[in-house]
């Protein structure tokens, strides 16, 4: 059964830096072919695409609010997805989700992904 467990979040002050790990278990030697992305959620807010890393070619893509300051990263042999989030604003402040998918396009929609880790909360104080 696929599992994702994320971990590395916290408490930070504007500026700081964290990095967000996603542990995958159960993929077996599938893991490489699901593209990855990370997501956030704010109390009241819908949740939004942050960052994807596709499988196969390793292409990312961001969400404009963490471009240049984010970077996405995957670990096919330790099945682990990584981000690593610099100059961090109190905007950041979120439940980070990493989450798995088979399909392409699309990268930022939610129900484009079949499998989700339980979330990670990151808060940024000004």
């Known amino acids: 059964q696929e599992h994702l467990v994320e971990s590395g979040g916290g408490s930070v002050q504007t500026g700081g830096s964290l990095r967000l790990s996603c542990e995958a278990s159960g993929f077996g030697s599938t893991y490489s072919t699901y593209s990855m992305a990370w997501f956030r959620q704010s109390p009241g807010k819908e949740r939004e695409g942050v960052a994807t890393?596709?499988?196969?070619?390793?292409?990312?893509l961001y969400d404009n609010s963490v471009k240049g300051r984010f970077i996405i990263s995957r670990d096919n042999a330790k099945t682990t997805l990584y981000l690593q989030m610099n100059a961090l604003k109190p905007e950041d402040t979120a439940m980070y989700y990493c989450?798995?998918?088979?399909?392409?396009?699309?990268?930022?929609?939610?129900?484009?992904?079949?499998?989700w880790g339980q979330g990670t909360q990151v808060t940024v104080s000004s």
């Open positions: 989450a798995a998918r088979s399909s392409d396009g699309g990268w930022w929609l939610p129900s484009k992904y079949k499998y």
């Open positions: 890393v596709h499988a196969g070619d390793g292409v990312t």
